[in-house]
């Protein structure tokens, strides 16, 4: 079998960080390196929380720290969310290992040099990295493959009314991103709000003695206190689905549009408007996940949990 060899850029992130076992896992994803970005966390804990990962479970790929918002002053998410250090419940021992020499727009330059035209960048954090890569090496614009991004919202935001969080976390790069001409598949809260997955879901999968099962579990179920129980209805893992529309194109059901960002709205900055109507004559250039087979994606995550010790 011919692997998808990826670049995975993110911000671990609870979420995050099963999106990264899940590709990890994937016997048809090649992974080569992990870039990091500002997000969820300030850059120095969401490349520590990479070089945790892979140190835990041997993933044997480069991590690299990457950069701030292009032009908006960074916000971190609400550290109620996944916690202060940014994986739920989840504790890991300090990487020994060391940072890739090389920043994260770099890193992505040399492994999509490496590999024109095959590479794959599965992007779950804001588009920082990937729009300054599109800005200084103008010429790997033709040699990207597909970006999958988890991001956006068209019906609606998870952060602000009209916004998803990582596209809201910096607008400007997102529209670079969008505007660059490279086939891009949108994995954004239409999908993600329609494939909760619930208590149950998990405890089905999580039932035996693993290490990488005890890891989930603590991602996921954050806080599950008395005071925010696990919610009935199910949490929404939306880095996992972006992870899953990469290793399983046929698990989601895509709409294709024209995409493009707002950056200047003053109630809708970062607000992934598209032409769903095809009011603007636009050629499409994004696939709109707007549903994914549930039953897929919780069969994927088995397989992550089998395949890791
Ligand atoms: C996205 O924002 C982050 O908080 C998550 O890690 C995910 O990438 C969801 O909107
Ligand atoms: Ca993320």
Known sequence: MKKIPVVMDCDPGSDD????????????IDLRAITTVAGNLNREITAQNALNIVEYFNIGVP?????????????ALDVSIMGEGGLGNAVLPKAKGEYSPYHSVELLHKEIQKSPGEIVILATGPLTNVALLLSVYLEDRELIKEIVIMGGAVYEGNHTPRTEFNIYTDAEAAKIVFQSGIPIKMIGTDVTYRTPVTKSDLECLLSNDKKVSKFIGDLMFYPGDDKRPFPEEGIFIWDGLAAAALICPECMEYKHVYVDVETRGELTYGETVADMNHYLKQVPNTHIAMECKKYM???LLQKTIEAIE
């Open 17 to 28: 960080a099963l999106a990264i076992l899940m590709v990890h896992a994937a016997e048809n």
């Open 63 to 75: 991590v690299a720290k990457g950069s701030y918002p292009i032009m908006k002053k960074f916000e």
């Open 297 to 299: 994606f919780l069969s």
